[in-house]
C-alpha cells in the first residue's frame, strides 16, 4: 500500500506549507536527509495554545501533537515531491510546552510518531527526543521538528 493509499485510509489531506513564522525556511535537503523546521500545533489554522499540566491534559496534547504530525506530511510532501521517496522517518524532536511538574512529554509526542508509524509503517520508525520546556513561540502547546531519509530522484 502506498503512502497516499495510507493517507486516505486514515482521512487525511495534506496541508501546503505554512509560511515560517520568522527568520528561516520550512525544510533543508542536504544529501539525501530532508531537515523539517519545528512546526507548532495549530487548532483552526491557529497556534493551539495551552500548558500541558495546567489547562491541556496529555490526552489533548497527543491530539496537538497528531495534528502537528499532519502538518509535517504537507511539508515533507512539498520538499520531496512524493512520500513514497521517504525511505526512513530518522529522527523527531518534540518540544511540549509544560508546566515543572508535568512529566508525560514523552506520551504527548505519541501522538506524532504513532501517526507517521501509521503511514510510513516500518519506515517510521525513528529515533526521539521529547523535552518539557517553558514556553513556545506563540504560546503553542507542542513543537515538533523531522529529519527524514530519502531515496535519490532516477
Given at each position: 500500500?502506498?503512502?497516499?493509499?495510507?493517507?486516505?485510509?486514515?482521512?487525511?489531506?495534506?496541508?501546503?506549507?505554512?509560511?515560517?513564522?520568522?527568520?528561516?525556511?520550512?525544510?533543508?535537503?542536504?544529501?539525501?536527509?530532508?531537515?523539517?523546521?519545528?512546526?507548532?500545533?495549530?487548532?483552526?489554522?491557529?497556534?493551539?495554545?495551552?500548558?500541558?499540566?495546567?489547562?491541556?491534559?496529555?490526552?489533548?496534547?497527543?491530539?496537538?501533537?497528531?495534528?502537528?504530525?499532519i502538518d509535517l506530511l504537507g511539508t515533507l510532501h512539498a520538499a520531496?515531491?512524493?512520500?513514497?521517496?521517504?525511505?526512513?522517518?530518522?529522527?523527531?524532536?518534540?518540544?511540549?510546552?509544560?508546566?515543572?511538574?508535568?512529566?508525560?512529554?514523552?506520551?504527548?509526542?505519541?501522538?506524532?510518531?504513532?501517526?507517521?508509524?501509521?503511514?510510513?509503517?516500518?519506515?517510521?520508525?525513528?529515533?526521539?527526543?521529547?523535552?518539557?520546556?517553558?514556553?513556545?513561540?506563540?504560546?503553542?502547546?507542542?513543537?515538533?521538528?523531522?529529519?527524514a531519509q530519502t531515496r535519490p530522484v532516477c
Amino acid at each position: 500500500m502506498s503512502v497516499y493509499d495510507r493517507l486516505k485510509s486514515l482521512s487525511i489531506e495534506l496541508p501546503p506549507v505554512s509560511a515560517p513564522a520568522a527568520a528561516y525556511v520550512p525544510f533543508v535537503i542536504s544529501g539525501n536527509l530532508v531537515f523539517l523546521s519545528g512546526h507548532i500545533a495549530k487548532r483552526d489554522g491557529k497556534p493551539w495554545v495551552g500548558q500541558l499540566g495546567r489547562d491541556i491534559d496529555t490526552a489533548t496534547g497527543k491530539q496537538a501533537a497528531r495534528c502537528v504530525a499532519i502538518d509535517l506530511l504537507g511539508t515533507l510532501h512539498a520538499a520531496v515531491g512524493d512520500l513514497n521517496r521517504v525511505e526512513r522517518i530518522v529522527k523527531l524532536m518534540s518540544l511540549v510546552n509544560s508546566t515543572a511538574d508535568f512529566t508525560e512529554q514523552h506520551l504527548v509526542t505519541n501522538g506524532c510518531s504513532e501517526l507517521l508509524g501509521a503511514v510510513f509503517g516500518d519506515n517510521g520508525a525513528h529515533a526521539r527526543s521529547a523535552f518539557g520546556v517553558a514556553q513556545i513561540p506563540m504560546g503553542a502547546c507542542v513543537e515538533i521538528e523531522l529529519i527524514a531519509q530519502t531515496r535519490p530522484v532516477c
